[in-house]
Every structure is written in structure tokens, then in C-alpha cells.
């Protein structure tokens, strides 16, 4: 997956990223762990795919979960979808299960993105 070009992409996808290639990435990341068949995964995306819209700088990468991911299991995720923030390549927070936009938010705004 060439990291360097994504923005946002829209489904969860299985292309394995490394954790040295998100570290090195700079600027401000979403990552968005979970499954396309996940009910919780589809039930929070209204809620994270309205705030990622309100902020042009924020990478959003949906990241394809599950036994064997190792990026998951780097990141310690256990419920979905789990999000995490990077802000250079280094986790700021993450928030498990949003439902309301405003979840997003208030961990979105544990950094600057001036847009």
C-alpha cells in the first residue's frame, strides 16, 4: 500500500502497512481498525466519516482486523472498531466503539490540525 498518497480510504482494507512505514509517515493519522462485516465497525462509521470530513489534514486509514494482523496486535486492539491517533508516528489516544460524532471529536482534538 503506498502510504505516502492515501488520504482517507474508504473500506477497511487487508494490504498489510508495517509499523516502521507509520512511524515514518508524518502529519496527523487516523487509524481505524476493525472489519467490513463488523456491526459496531458499521454502526460508528456515520460518526467517524463526518468528523474525518470536518478535517482536510487528518489521514484516515482503515485498517482490516483480525486473527493473525499483526498491525493489530502491535497496536493492541481488542474490540472494533478501535481508532488511534498518531500525530508523527506516535499514538496521542484512541477511542474504542464511537457512536456520536462528538467521541470523535474530543479525540481528533487532542491535536493541532490547523487546516
Same mark, same amino acid.
Given at each position: 500500500? =503506498? +502510504? =505516502? #498518497?492515501?488520504?482517507? =480510504? %474508504?473500506?477497511?482494507?487487508?494490504?498489510?502497512?508495517?509499523?516502521?512505514e507509520l512511524q515514518a509517515l508524518s502529519g496527523d493519522i487516523?487509524?481505524? @481498525?476493525?472489519?467490513?462485516? *463488523? /456491526? &459496531? *465497525?458499521?454502526?460508528?462509521?456515520?460518526?467517524?466519516?463526518? +468528523?474525518? %470530513?470536518? &478535517?482536510? /489534514?487528518?489521514? &484516515?486509514?482503515k485498517i482490516y482486523d483480525g486473527k493473525g494482523k499483526p498491525?493489530?496486535?502491535? @497496536?493492541?486492539?481488542?474490540?472494533?472498531?478501535?481508532? +488511534?491517533?498518531?500525530h508523527a508516528g506516535n499514538e496521542v489516544d484512541r477511542l #474504542?466503539?464511537?457512536?456520536?460524532?462528538?467521541?470523535?471529536?474530543?479525540?481528533? %482534538?487532542?491535536?493541532?490540525?490547523?487546516?
Open positions: 500500500m =503506498n +502510504v =505516502n #498518497v492515501i488520504r482517507s =480510504n %474508504s473500506e477497511y482494507t487487508e494490504e498489510t502497512l508495517t509499523l516502521d487516523l487509524l481505524d @481498525f476493525g472489519a467490513p462485516w *463488523c /456491526g &459496531h *465497525c458499521k454502526a460508528a462509521r456515520p460518526a467517524i466519516d463526518e +468528523v474525518v %470530513s470536518e &478535517h482536510s /489534514g487528518l489521514r &484516515h486509514i498491525l493489530g496486535r502491535k @497496536f493492541k486492539v481488542k474490540l472494533w472498531p478501535t481508532l +488511534v491517533l498518531l #474504542v466503539r464511537p457512536l456520536a460524532p462528538d467521541e470523535v471529536r474530543q479525540l481528533v %482534538s487532542k491535536i493541532d490540525l490547523s487546516d
